[in-house]
């Protein structure tokens, strides 16, 4: 079969790399795609929020599926459209993939379906939402509602930055996205990613992952798109995800189905385990980045077939048979380590020559996935985004997958280049 991937991360390009190993898939092509994604299969130069290019390169292509990566052609209905001209899409439709791009439409719908989340309230004008502060203690959790790039969350630690920040939002510091706030209680507690690929009914959950969203050693500094990951995250044990199939993904799934919205591909849960248990500090719709590198690199067996399942249906009652197939059983320790650009999240420069890359692509259990990089026209590999390459490993255990990972990033050759070297510490004795 061909498929046809969405997107040009290191999310993308693992996902490239896991289903070009399916004895299914004759071709996986990629738009936009990435040098790495480009030794896998046909990239085209096609944006990934360019729906009227992507749905005109469809029908050329005609493939037997199309895998959507990232969140904003989900938010401008690519599902729908490709959907309506026949095609199996894995990536909810524009409605149901609000439960990212509207943190409102995403809290109503838990306090509707009964989900466990933190108390909040959302705002359009000042004094709304400073009425709403009166009722809270610090530290108050601030929320552009629209797509925000992962910047749109600001944790306030005293009234007054509350009130500056709320102002800010109120008047534009997002754009559209902060037109609308949500502004909601504090969680204590450990957090946690799960992913759920589903058809609107039935559940297949991957391992449990975490990654590090802040950019400095010790989970300090400005918040990124995610430095580092790691999975199966021991957070989420049996007790744990017991109570998250029944008081979140359940009652989630039923609720859209029934609300005329049924959630098709991969929701992203992001949990707060509390004493209290599990409840929801946001949903995605969509593979989290950097943590999809370490699922796709953790499965030994084949997710083709779930992901095909997911965008034709039939999954319900059928799970453990495509659990066999990807040998959720079999799943390795994996880790991956983000190599960004220096003076990311804030700006960076482009173009600095990366050398050492298929080296580090030779220790053992390692693959490099390509992210914000280029060939420039002397056909060097160069830096061109913020999050730039992820070293991505497997091992007996996480000291062996974490070892090899930076044993990778240790082969590079790219001054300007950093890495937090405390990725997984939760998880590491050495
Ligand atoms: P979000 O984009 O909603 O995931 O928020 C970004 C980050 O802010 C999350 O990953 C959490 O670390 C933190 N966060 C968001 N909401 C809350 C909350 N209600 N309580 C504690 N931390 C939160
Ligand atoms: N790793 C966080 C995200 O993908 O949103």
């Given at each position: ?13 693992a ?7 399916s004895a299914?898939?004759?071709v ?6 990435n ?6 299969g ?11 290019g ?33 095609f ?12 990212e ?18 108390r ?28 925000a ?11 007054k930055?509350?009130d ?5 939002m ?12 949500v502004?909601e209680?504090?969680?204590q507690?450990?957090e ?17 992952a ?26 989420v044990?049996?007790a744990?995800?017991?109570r998250?199939?029944?008081e ?5 799934l039923k609720?859209?189905a ?5 959630y098709?591909?991969v929701l ?12 929801v500090?946001?949903?995605?719709a969509r ?6 590198q ?12 779930a ?30 380590i ?38 420039d ?5 160069i ?17 062996e ?8 990033a240790?082969r ?19």
């Amino acid at each position: 079969m061909n498929i046809l991937l969405i997107g040009s991360g290191a999310r993308e390009h693992a996902l490239a790399w896991k289903m070009d190993q399916s004895a299914l898939v004759d071709v996986v092509h990629c738009a936009p795609g990435n040098p790495g994604m480009d030794k896998i299969g046909p990239c085209f130069d096609v944006a990934a929020d360019d729906i009227d290019g992507l749905e005109k390169l469809t029908l050329q292509i005609e493939p037997d599926l199309i895998v959507v990566g990232p969140e904003v052609p989900l938010a401008l209905g690519l599902s729908d459209r490709l959907r309506a001209r026949g095609f199996d899409v894995f990536g909810p439709s524009a409605e149901a993939a609000r439960l990212e791009s509207s943190k409102g439409f995403s809290k109503d719908a838990m306090d509707k379906y009964g989900v466990p989340t933190a108390r909040f309230g959302r705002f359009k004008d000042l004094l709304g939402a400073k009425a709403f502060l009166d009722t809270m203690d610090a530290p108050f959790v601030l929320k552009a509602d629209g797509l925000a790039a992962g910047k749109g969350v600001v944790i306030a630690q005293s009234r007054k930055e509350a009130d500056a920040e709320v102002e800010a939002m109120l008047s534009g510091k997002f754009g559209e996205a902060s037109s609308e706030l949500v502004i909601e209680e504090f969680m204590q507690g450990e957090e946690a990613s799960i992913f759920v690929m589903t058809d609107g009914e039935g559940a297949l959950y991957l391992p449990a992952a975490q990654d590090h969203k802040q950019v400095g050693e010790g989970d300090t500094g400005p918040n990124t798109g995610g430095m580092g990951a790691y999975a199966p995250a021991p957070v989420v044990d049996d007790a744990v995800l017991a109570r998250v199939k029944a008081e979140i993904v359940e009652p989630m799934l039923k609720g859209m189905a029934a609300d005329g919205m049924p959630y098709q591909g991969v929701l992203y849960i992001g949990v707060m385990v509390t004493d209290d248990g599990p409840k929801v500090v946001e949903f995605n719709a969509r593979f989290g980045d950097p943590e999809c590198q370490v699922l796709m690199a953790g499965l030994t067996g084949d997710i083709v077939p779930a992901l095909l399942v997911c965008a034709t249906g039939g999954l319900k009652g059928n799970e453990d048979a495509f659990g066999a197939l990807m040998d959720l059983e079999g799943f390795q320790p994996a880790a991956t380590i983000i190599l960004a650009n220096e003076g990311y999240p804030e700006s960076y420069a482009k173009g600095a020559v990366i050398e050492g890359v298929e080296d580090a692509g030779t220790v053992d259990g390692v693959e490099v996935f390509h992210a914000g990089t280029d060939i420039d026209d002397a056909g060097a590999l160069i830096a061109t985004g913020g999050r730039v390459l992820a070293m991505t490993a497997t091992g007996a255990d996480f000291d062996e997958a974490f070892a090899r990972a930076y044993q990778a990033a240790d082969r590079l050759n790219w001054p300007t280049g950093f890495c937090r070297r405390d990725i997984g510490w939760r998880v590491r004795k050495t």
